[in-house]
């Protein structure tokens, strides 16, 4: 959806360019390429090898609604679920009815916490409790994502993913975004990271899957705060909670999507497409991250109150919006 092209538009356009400026990769693309082929995911994806690029959405998967540390953690010290771990354990005699199919899995239930499920008389003999996981939600989304793969995909995910993307007019990922979410689980936001390192890392030279990776965002909570702390959002009429509004019309992705058509991405490399939203996402997010600038952050900004700019190169263009501040109390 279009944003209206108004002064408040410009004045975000502006602002976000000058991050850019300062922090969007050089080498974003050549890097992203680099490391699909150390990971080997070049390699799964010529030869369609959809077991070992379950692993790699699983361990995207594994990341959302934890600090990245944390998670990281818990894999280190309880291993990965892999894809001959859920084929092992569906040939099970006795199945619970349950794991059948794809479509007979929604409403699983599992809760880990709970030790609890849809069906609890085949809890005691069913492979959803033995995944090591760390909470039944990623239990469940690790066997909705086999069942997915094997039920919809038909075994073969880069097949249907090249199929979706030939459907298109325009290349785009939207449609893969739209079969996805609806796996147990997963947002927008972590279907959106494993995408972006997918299409635009996985088949170099592929510029169909390039320019629909090109237009993936991941909207966390450092770039809507920054939206947010910049004043961009007041400006736009568009103030929301973080969370699924940040994709929904006239959202962060949206403002950050519009912005991006007005930036040209080949200033910051000459392999880059003109217009390259999952770039501007990535500046600002670098800008606010503590791995990276480590500039507009909760560790940096008493979010009670209006950040007082200090050492901000951007202070004077901000409008130092208080992240707490109520709705039509934008406390500047």
Same mark, same amino acid.
């Given at each position: 959806?279009?944003?209206?092209?108004?002064?408040?538009?410009?004045?975000?356009?502006?602002?976000?360019? @000058?991050?850019?400026?300062?922090?969007?990769? !050089?080498?974003?693309?050549?890097?992203?390429?680099?490391?699909?082929?150390?990971?080997?995911?070049?390699?799964?994806?010529?030869?369609?090898?959809?077991?070992?690029?379950?692993?790699?959405?699983?361990?995207?998967?594994?990341?959302?609604?934890?600090?990245?540390?944390?998670?990281?953690?818990?894999? *280190?010290?309880?291993?990965?679920?892999?894809?001959? =771990?859920?084929?092992?354990?569906?040939?099970?005699?006795?199945?619970?009815?349950?794991?059948?199919?794809?479509?007979?899995?929604?409403?699983?239930?599992?809760?880990?916490?709970? $030790?609890?499920?849809?069906?609890?008389?085949?809890?005691?003999? $069913?492979?959803?409790?033995?995944?090591?996981?760390?909470?039944? !939600? &990623?239990? /469940?989304?690790?066997?909705?994502?086999?069942?997915?793969?094997?039920?919809?995909?038909?075994? =073969? $995910?880069?097949?249907?993913?090249?199929?979706?993307?030939?459907?298109?007019?325009?290349?785009?990922?939207?449609?893969?975004?739209?079969?996805?979410?609806?796996?147990?689980?997963?947002?927008?936001?972590?279907?959106?990271?494993?995408?972006?390192?997918?299409?635009?890392?996985?088949?170099?030279?592929?510029?169909?899957?390039?320019?629909?990776?090109? /237009?993936?965002?991941?909207?966390?909570?450092?770039?809507?705060?920054?939206?947010?702390?910049?004043?961009?959002?007041?400006?736009?009429?568009? @103030?929301?909670?973080?969370?699924?509004?940040?994709?929904?019309?006239?959202?962060?992705? =949206?403002? &950050?999507?519009?912005?991006?058509? /007005?930036?040209?991405?080949? !200033?910051?490399?000459? *392999?880059?497409?003109?217009?390259?939203?999952?770039?501007?996402?990535?500046?600002?997010?670098?800008?606010?991250?503590?791995?990276?600038? =480590?500039?507009?952050?909760?560790?940096?900004?008493?979010?009670?109150?209006?950040?007082?700019?200090?050492?901000?190169?951007?202070?004077?263009?901000?409008? !130092?919006?208080?992240?707490?501040?109520?709705?039509? /109390?934008?406390? @500047?």
């Amino acid at each position: 959806m279009a944003l209206p092209e108004s002064a408040a538009m410009r004045t975000a356009i502006s602002l976000i360019q @000058r991050v850019c400026d300062m922090t969007a990769p !050089r080498n974003y693309l050549a890097e992203t390429k680099k490391h699909s082929i150390n990971t080997g995911m070049v390699a799964a994806v010529a030869n369609h090898d959809t077991p070992a690029l379950y692993y790699g959405l699983m361990e995207t998967f594994s990341y959302q609604g934890i600090a990245d540390r944390i998670a990281s953690d818990y894999l *280190d010290r309880h291993g990965r679920v892999h894809w001959a =771990d859920i084929a092992n354990g569906l040939r099970r005699p006795d199945l619970c009815p349950k794991l059948e199919t794809y479509w007979t899995f929604h409403g699983c239930g599992y809760r880990k916490s709970a $030790c609890t499920c849809a069906v609890p008389p085949r809890l005691p003999h $069913c492979i959803v409790p033995e995944l090591p996981t760390r909470n039944g !939600r &990623l239990a /469940q989304s690790a066997v909705a994502l086999y069942l997915f793969l094997r039920d919809v995909c038909g075994g =073969d $995910c880069i097949g249907w993913l090249d199929d979706l993307l030939s459907r298109s007019k325009e290349p785009t990922a939207a449609p893969i975004i739209d079969a996805l979410r609806h796996i147990h689980g997963v947002s927008d936001k972590v279907l959106s990271l494993a995408l972006v390192r997918l299409l635009l890392g996985g088949r170099p030279g592929d510029q169909v899957w390039q320019a629909a990776g090109a /237009q993936l965002i991941v909207i966390d909570t450092l770039v809507h705060n920054w939206l947010h702390r910049t004043g961009i959002l007041d400006n736009l009429n568009a @103030r929301h909670p973080y969370g699924p509004k940040c994709y929904a019309p006239s959202g962060c992705a =949206d403002i &950050l999507r519009d912005a991006a058509f /007005q930036i040209d991405a080949r !200033r910051y490399g000459p *392999d880059n497409p003109p217009t390259f939203p999952r770039l501007v996402q990535y500046a600002i997010w670098r800008f606010c991250a503590a791995e990276a600038f =480590d500039i507009c952050n909760g560790h940096r900004i008493d979010d009670r109150q209006r950040c007082d700019g200090h050492g901000c190169p951007i202070a004077h263009e901000c409008g !130092r919006v208080a992240l707490h501040a109520p709705l039509g /109390q934008t406390a @500047r």
